[in-house]
């Protein structure tokens, strides 16, 4: 996201970096299910290690619950900054988004999990699936009851444009001036569509729950492919009549991506835990393991660079984002693949500055 957040400029971006307008999807479209997926299978890892070691369920969710709050406000602040006008602030957000699917979805599977004196039997473990499971389902088929047949005053039932369908609504009705500025009447993470978000973790949270009981082998990658290629197929079905739609995060758009998150994922199975090949993910390595600083950082000096000018000798303002892009980049390369270099030198301007925090093991946790 950072490099689909910093472009050169917006004018000349390959599509496959860019969301789908509405309907449909792209490559850019996949990372944020992504990440709430991964998040809910590393959730299952981490609860279970710390429940081993002794924590209580009500220790954790109280943890959960101080970091979801943490990661809520810093999304505020990003959402704020500069200017932190609280009559306008957007209160929705990416982050904002992550605190509350990461704690709804893990004070739940916390609820189901008992302490380590008391370790759960096969039925435990089955029932707790069988109750996730359950729980996702009925998210996914509530929100598409919601969006197909609740009538939208002054537009009617099962309108599902930018303006009318009923998760705009609810956002207007709701939150009023504190939407997404490029729209000011919709917001691509609003209130209601993040009910189909928290089942996304889910999902992830039954993968990971798989994966503690299997053994990394070909059979295990095999049924990761399978599950992976049956969540597509079914949401692309369902996509027929619920359109896949990463703005309204619709059910089917759910099913898809979690497909292709478990299609990714086995392959990452695979190269790394099967075949040892982990020098591959160093690279990402200083990102993933200060994930939530790389992505603050990115969009404060994002901001700062494209919203204060400097003055010329002879007048002329300018950006320092606008500079560097015109004097390095725009001369050297066309308009596209300029555009992209740019994001590509801000990606590994980020870099630079979570790197050493990797070398030296420091991690920023909230």
């Not at 209580?56 to 999304?75: D, E, K, M, N, Y």
């Not at 993040?194 to 049924?223: F, M, Q, S």
Request: aromatic share 14%.
């Amino acid at each position: 996201m950072i490099l689909v957040n910093d472009p050169g400029s917006w004018s000349h971006i390959y599509p496959p970096l860019e969301h789908a307008q509405w309907n449909g999807w792209t490559p850019t479209d996949l990372i944020f299910p992504f990440f709430l997926f991964i998040a809910g299978i590393s959730m299952t890892l981490s609860f279970a290690a710390r429940l081993q070691r002794g924590q209580s369920p009500r220790q954790l969710s109280w943890h959960v619950l101080r970091r979801s709050t943490l990661i809520f406000a810093i999304g505020l602040f990003l959402n704020g900054f500069p200017d932190f006008d609280l009559h306008t602030i957007r209160i929705p957000g990416v982050l904002q988004r992550i605190a509350v699917c990461y704690l709804i979805a893990g004070c739940l599977y916390l609820w189901l999990q008992r302490p380590a004196a008391a370790p759960a039997t096969h039925s435990d473990t089955a029932k707790t699936r069988t109750i996730i499971a359950s729980v996702a389902a009925g998210l996914l088929l509530g929100y598409w009851a919601l969006m197909t047949l609740v009538p939208v005053p002054g537009a009617g039932a099962g309108h599902l444009t930018p303006q009318d369908n009923l998760g705009a609504y609810v956002d207007r009705m709701v939150l009023h001036d504190h939407l997404w500025s490029e729209s000011k009447t919709w917001d691509p993470e609003g209130l209601l569509s993040t009910l189909p978000a928290i089942a996304t973790v889910l999902l992830g949270i039954l993968t990971g729950d798989w994966l503690r009981r299997r053994k990394a082998n070909a059979r295990g990658v095999a049924e990761l492919l399978g599950w992976g290629c049956a969540l597509l197929l079914a949401g692309a079905l369902w996509g027929r009549s619920f359109p896949i739609n990463k703005n309204l995060w619709t059910s089917s758009f759910v099913l898809f991506t979690a497909g292709a998150a478990l299609l990714v994922f086995a392959l990452c199975y695979w190269t790394m835990d099967m075949r040892g090949w982990r020098s591959l993910a160093a690279p990402l390595l200083p990102f993933g393991t200060n994930a939530i600083f790389a992505y603050a950082l990115a969009a404060i000096v994002s901001e700062v660079s494209t919203d204060f000018e400097f003055s010329f000798s002879d007048g002329r303002e300018q950006t320092l984002h606008g500079w560097i892009y015109q004097r390095w980049f725009v001369p050297h390369a066309s308009a596209n693949n300029a555009s992209l270099a740019f994001g590509l030198f801000f990606v590994l301007c980020i870099f630079v500055c979570v790197w050493p925090l990797y070398r030296r093991k420091i991690f920023i946790r909230l």
